[in-house]
């Protein structure tokens, strides 16, 4: 496996940073559910696992957690294509649950829209989205983001569960590459 450093642009957010917005969002979390008892995290395969085995450290209402993945992105692109399939799908019957979608970022919004389409139409008793990140101005098409940890610019990044060519998920910051030294190596 190359070496991130050959291509790493810049570090856009350390790994204290991310921990204690984790912490954070984990507190209000469980402030805003205390009165809850149905509470379940979803969370999107594969980017957003390291971010929800962090969160619910700091979440201290009693919840569930389930798994669920969709194809949009394929290995080697950057563009959605706004087609969403649900390649794994929930175990939990969520009807009458309070959901909370737990994603890694937020970019044109296609496929959380399309997720949350999926989601409404099983009756939860509430559904809201708390994503790492949110890369505000690429945003197509309108979606209701509940807890943000930070808003990022229009740059690709990888580390702290997001990929690059499904690789270098496990670096524990949140980096930016630099496309061109990437596509030379
Ligand atoms: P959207 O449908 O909002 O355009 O795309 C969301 C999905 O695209 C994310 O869940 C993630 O898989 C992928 N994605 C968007 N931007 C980035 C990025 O900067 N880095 C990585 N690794 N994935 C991204
Ligand atoms: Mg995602
Ligand atoms: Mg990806």
Redesign the pocket.
Known sequence: MRDYKDFLAEVLIEPEALQKRVAELGALISHDYRDSDALVLIC?LR??VLFLSDLIRHITVPHAVEFMAVS??GSGK???T?QVRITLDLNMNIHDKDVILV??????????ASVLDLLSARKPRSLCVCTL?D?SE?R?VYVPLRYVGFTIPN????GYG???DELYRNLPFVGVVDEDRYREG
């Open positions: 999107i980017g957003g949009s992105y950057r563009e959605s706004g994603e890694d970022i937020i970019d044109s919004g296609r496929t959380l990140l890369k690429r197509e740059k690709f990044v990888f997001l990929d690059l």
